[in-house]
């Protein structure tokens, strides 16, 4: 039995210690199963691996575009309904027959008066410098929809800028980590979320790579200086 994935989810799963190999069944069927309001890619870790032990599973492929699971499997050991309750009973996720169902649960709504502006919305490369508020210190967010402590840092973010108006915010879909931004600017990234910070002048003080909030707030604090 092997675990395949698409393209755009390689380098998730590989983070979650995932191997990659072939294998093939001509007498295979299909079923898909999808997740909504999945709140991070790598929660689906347990259940992969709960799903790849069950009988007649041939291989599983997780597309984190359209947020499913499309499974092969040998007809004569199992079926689409077994499938189903065994996927719930390794996680308390919403798991749906079929696909067209999946999902990730909706961004943070931001205050007319923040000053916050979503420059990519699908990945697509652009020059962030030119989107920089003048006279600011700018946070600029590179996150993803799968992204757990993408959705953390954004409600810290957030509180952040209530408290402090010299702060603005440019978010940035990286959509995955082969995309035209992630290419161009998340090449020193160990992690998401990815954060740069500029000074009022506009030029850049440092980064920071995964959720550390002491570290965001420190290089915030020598950006305003």
């Not at 898909?32 to 929660?43: K, Q």
């Amino acid at each position: 039995m092997s675990l395949i994935f698409s393209a755009p989810t390689l380098r998730v799963f590989l983070l979650l210690g995932f191997f990659l190999s072939t294998s093939g069944c001509a007498s295979n069927s299909q079923t898909v199963i999808s997740i909504e309001d999945l709140t991070c890619a790598s929660c689906l870790k347990p259940v992969t691996n709960k799903l790849k032990k069950g009988p007649g599973i041939q291989s599983i492929e997780f597309d984190l575009t359209k947020v499913e699971l499309h499974i092969d499997y040998d007809p004569k050991a199992t079926n689409p309904e077994k499938i189903l309750e065994l996927a719930k009973s390794s996680a308390d996720m919403r798991f749906i027959m079929g696909p067209g169902k999946g999902s990730y649960p909706k961004g943070l709504t931001y205050k007319d008066e923040l000053d916050v502006q979503t420059i990519v919305k699908a990945g697509e490369a652009i020059d962030i410098e030119k989107h920089l508020a003048a006279g600011k210190v700018t946070i600029v967010d590179f996150s993803a929809q799968w992204c757990g402590p993408c959705r953390t840092l954004a409600k810290h973010v957030y509180d952040l800028l209530v408290e402090n108006p010299a702060l603005a915010l440019r978010k940035i879909e990286i959509v995955d980590w082969e995309s035209p931004i992630s290419r161009k600017y998340l090449g020193a990234a160990s992690d998401l979320p990815y954060v740069r910070i500029y000074d009022k002048d506009q030029k850049f003080v440092g980064d920071m790579s995964g959720f550390k909030p002491k570290v965001l707030e420190a290089l915030i604090e020598k950006a305003a200086k």
